[in-house]
């Protein structure tokens, strides 16, 4: 296997699987990443004297071309070659001879790596922001189309106080919004520029690493070449509290939904085409979307403390358990991106019952509204709190079924228009533009 590294000694095979794992695969997916590097990188060389300006001209114009090959399915890792840059190199080597080879200038597989994880996860971020943004418009847009429709509201999984499928809805849209601040700052920590730490510790090169976080629209430098190698690590903890939080809002809705689809609520319902039967009962409507779903964002809740056992005893520096990271956040993107799309094709599905507070086991809801009527009528709130009580252990309580929430965020006000200029205004604090202009510019 040809390794950029490698002098005279060959590595025992047994050592090379062990140690490579599955980062070849994983590669793959930072490949055009990989590309958009080297053309900022070989930019940056010419601008300081170390490639000559017919050189750049050769490397660009094929690094281009590869990223085409990648952006087509057209572009393998060989068997024979360690990994992505090694074989982005060979390639080059191979069409345009010894310019090829100078590309590595100034740089290590260290920052190398660094550069291309954070654009990888940089986009990962905005996918996962895209996916989010559907659902949190669909949940509010269900909000506003069922506000007036009633469900009971529970505490202690006892029957409470009336609640609405417009609270119920918004109340996801609203806990969206909150996910979205920890997005933001996990993009934030991401979209700096590790770009000419090296091996973590610069270069006696003059390189200009201003220019290469113009070139690839970062909107600054990880500023301490030690501390780039040390954000390795922290970067990905940082993103893994962010889809957690994604993944427990999905949860928490997804137990809902399973258990409002249950015969004994029967809130919701969905097409039988978007749930399963079972082998032997023939009645059953099984939300098994919801239930895997669950249980995939069950176990993304646990990926910070993963991403923190296998980073937080480690001193300053490289260590090669990291690339280990990968195996955990790339899945994780996968899996939660997944689960926004499910959940969104769900809910463009959904019917919601009318008529849920009509069964007479929901009386008791509608104990502390009374309460207060008494109370807007002069009567001191422990007197008035007695006497519905009363009314209750007599079996003769008959309360109006009407409700009058009217304070910010209850059932009459939902207050989904601010909830949604919130949502909005964190998504203008991404400023993806900017990103798309820089590297439209760096493959042009």
Request: aromatic share 8%.
């Amino acid at each position: 296997m040809a390794k950029i590294w490698q002098k005279s000694v060959t590595v025992n095979e047994l050592v090379e699987n062990f140690t490579v794992g599955k980062d070849r695969e994983f590669d793959l997916e930072m490949a055009a990443f990989d590309v958009l590097g080297s053309l900022a990188h070989t930019q940056m060389l010419e601008s300081i004297g170390l490639m000559s300006a017919e050189d750049l001209k050769s490397v660009q114009k094929e690094l281009k071309n590869i990223y085409k090959d990648i952006q087509d399915d057209n572009f393998i890792i060989q068997p024979e070659v360690e990994d992505v840059h090694s074989q982005v190199e060979l390639l080059l080597t191979q069409r345009i001879g010894d310019a090829g080879k100078k590309i590595h200038s100034g740089r290590s597989r260290n920052d190398q790596v660094l550069v291309d994880l954070k654009l990888f996860f940089r986009h990962q971020l905005r996918e996962v922001v895209t996916e989010t943004e559907k659902l949190f418009h669909l949940l509010i847009e269900l909000s506003e189309k069922h506000k007036d429709v009633l469900l009971p509201g529970y505490t202690h999984l006892q029957v409470a106080m009336p609640s609405s499928f417009g609270l119920w809805f918004g109340a996801y849209a609203e806990s969206l919004a909150d996910d979205l601040e920890l997005v933001l700052a996990a993009y934030k920590i991401t979209n700096k520029n590790p770009l000419g730490s090296a091996a973590g510790y610069g270069s006696s090169f003059p390189l200009n690493r201003i220019l290469t976080t113009k070139l690839l629209g970062f909107d600054s430098l990880n500023y301490n070449v030690v501390y780039a190698q040390m954000g390795r690590g922290k970067t990905e903890r940082i993103i893994a509290q962010a889809l957690s939080a994604i993944a427990a809002t999905l949860a928490k809705m997804a137990m809902d939904q399973a258990m409002y689809l249950s015969q004994n609520f029967a809130f919701i319902s969905y097409p039988d085409t978007l749930t399963t039967g079972s082998s032997i009962m023939p009645h059953k409507k099984n939300p098994d979307v919801w239930e895997i779903m669950r249980g995939k964002c069950n176990r993304l809740q646990a990926l910070p403390t993963d991403v923190a056992m296998m980073t937080t005893n480690l001193p300053s520096g490289y260590h090669r358990e990291l690339q280990l990271l990968k195996e955990l956040l790339f899945p994780a993107f996968t899996d939660i991106k997944e689960c926004l799309h499910m959940a969104t094709f769900m809910l463009q599905n959904i019917t919601v019952n009318t008529d849920i507070l009509n069964d007479p086991k929901y009386a008791y809801l509608f104990s502390v509204d009374e309460v207060n009527r008494m109370v807007l009528k002069g009567m001191p709130f422990r007197d008035a709190y007695k006497q519905v009580g009363l009314a209750i252990e007599q079996g003769h309580f008959n309360p109006e079924r009407q409700v009058n929430h009217t304070h910010e965020g209850s059932i009459g006000n939902l207050m989904n228009a601010e909830i949604t200029a919130t949502f909005n205004k964190l998504l203008g604090n991404f400023d993806f533009e900017k990103t798309d202009q820089a590297i439209s510019q760096l493959i042009s």
